[in-house]
C-alpha cells in the first residue's frame, strides 16, 4: 500500500508506492530492429568518406586517415 512521507529537506509530501519494485515487467521493453541502408560512413575502412580525421586511438600504429583505429574523431561537416 502507497505511503504518504514529507521529504524533510523541501517541506514537500510526496507518495512512496513500495509495491511498485515487485512489478519488473513494467520496464521491459520490446527489442527494436534498426534497417539501414548497410553503408556506415563512421565503420573502419570507410575513412575516405569522412573529414580527415581530428584524433585516433590505434593499437597496431597504422597509418593516419585509414584502418586500423579503435576510435576515430572526425570534424562534424554539418555543425
Known sequence: MPELRKDPITGRWVI????RAKRPTDF??????????????????NEAKTPPEIHAYRSDGSAKDAPGWSLRVVPNKFP
Open 28 to 45: 521491459v521493453r520490446e527489442r527494436v530492429e534498426i534497417r539501414g541502408s548497410g553503408f556506415c560512413p563512421f565503420c573502419s575502412g
Open 16 to 19: 512512496i508506492a513500495t509495491d
